[in-house]
């Protein structure tokens, strides 16, 4: 049991992709801390899925879906607190080296982040919540290194480093502040086919001696969102245990 515990009742939290994974993970930790809590997944219904989710308010939303972003807007009334977590390597299978793969990424990983982000910004307005509403997304190592294999979410997660200054830019005289969490090798369904060689690369180099969990990234979410964060915005939060300051070891 943590000794930390965050207060967020009274406080509407929507997380996109939050029935697994990562997503699931913050979408937990809110409502441990009293939140009202959202999620979106693609699949009809919530006992669609394998996890429980009876504890959230659950909506259908597709990103590739035409009309899908006005109308999860349609369907929440207040919120204070966006987590823009959906995305995905390889959408719907596609190599990302081809022109409809890459084009799939960035749009899975960039575009629907700034479509949700741009639907709920008056409801974000409206929001009374100590310490300002919160914008938050999920990057990843590839924010700042490349990766051969994805080049179109590597390139969207770069992007959202920048878009999230922006946001904090634009956004900071209504009351909303912006920031991002570059998670890094997180134990999730994502990262199930690593080889024991790619695990063992990573190990060599990361001052913490093991594979992350959602939990870490959850943690991370919960602080940015809260009070304790009022004067943090535009800023990129690197979970990763220490892969991004460690040299090769």
């Known amino acids: 049991m943590t000794r930390v515990k965050f207060d967020f009742s009274g406080c509407s939290v929507l997380v996109t992709g939050g029935t697994s994974g990562i997503g699931f993970a913050i979408a937990t930790a ?25 504890r959230f308010r659950y ?10 972003v006005a109308a999860l807007a349609a369907e929440i009334d207040v919120l204070d607190v966006l987590v823009n977590n959906a995305g995905a390597a390889f959408p719907r299978g596609r190599d990302e080296w081809s022109e409809d793969g890459f084009r799939d990424s ?4 960039l575009n629907s982040y700034f479509r949700v982000a741009t639907a709920f910004r008056p409801h974000l ?12 997304g999920i990057g990843s190592l590839t924010s700042f290194f490349g ?15 920048q878009l999230t200054k922006t946001l904090a830019v634009s956004w900071a005289p209504a009351g909303i502040r912006a920031n991002l ?5 997180i134990r999730t369904p994502m990262n199930v086919g690593m080889t024991p060689q790619q695990f063992e690369s990573l190990y060599a180099r990361l ?18 969102a809260s009070p304790l964060a009022s004067y943090v915005t535009g800023q990129t939060l690197a979970v990763d ?3 991004t300051i460690a040299m090769y070891m």
């Open 30 to 54: 809110f409502a441990d801390s009293g939140a009202t809590v959202h999620v979106t997944g693609r699949k009809p219904g919530a006992t669609d899925y394998d996890t429980d989710l009876a």
């Open 59 to 68: 909506h259908q939303f597709d990103v590739f879906q035409d009309g899908g």
């Open 106 to 109: 960035i749009e899975v990983n």
């Open 125 to 136: 307005g409206r929001s009374s919540f100590e310490g300002g509403a919160s914008v938050l």
């Open 147 to 161: 990766f051969e294999m994805v080049p179109g979410y590597g390139a969207a997660k770069g992007a959202l480093v």
């Open 181 to 185: 969490i570059a998670a890094g090798n």
């Open 207 to 224: 001052p913490i001696k093991r594979q992350g969990e959602p939990a870490d990234i959850a943690g991370a979410a919960l602080y940015l």
């Open 241 to 243: 245990g220490g892969y």
